[in-house]
């Protein structure tokens, strides 16, 4: 995978830094996304961490990687993921136990299940407008 020139040891933490500090870390992600196309890898360090830029992407990779195998989370995420829920969650499970979880969730994301959370879901979204509407820009 394409990546952003990087330092030999300290990968691309500089530059990351620098725009988390000016407050421009998605912009610089978007830059590096035109540049790199909707997959590259930023290293943070010697540990490298796989971007995914647009949806059909994220899609073919993260759920049809997921669906077949192909996508291997680390045990340390999925222990991570698991610990956070004090039992196993679909986020930290992989393979069969994955499916097997995302079908008993399923029904829960039908278009009818979800529409019973429309009103909550609209009076968020409202109230995240009005409040960047209110907000001086810095």
Known sequence: ?????????LGNIPELSVAVKQK???????DWSKQLG???VVWNGSRPTVILSKPKVIDDTIINGMRD???VRSKGLRKAWNDI????ILLGETGS???WRRKVW??????????KYLKIIN????????TIRSTTPA
């Open 97 to 99: 136990e994955w499916q």
């Open 69 to 71: 195998g192909s996508l």
């Open 106 to 115: 399923n029904p829960e994301f039908s278009s009818s299940s979800l529409s």
């Open 24 to 30: 421009k870390f998605f912009q610089l992600l978007f």
């Open 38 to 40: 909707p997959m590259y």
């Open 1 to 9: 995978l394409p990546s952003p020139d990087k330092h030999w040891l």
């Open 123 to 130: 009076q968020a979204c409202e109230q995240t407008i009005e």
């Open 85 to 88: 829920a004090s039992s196993p």
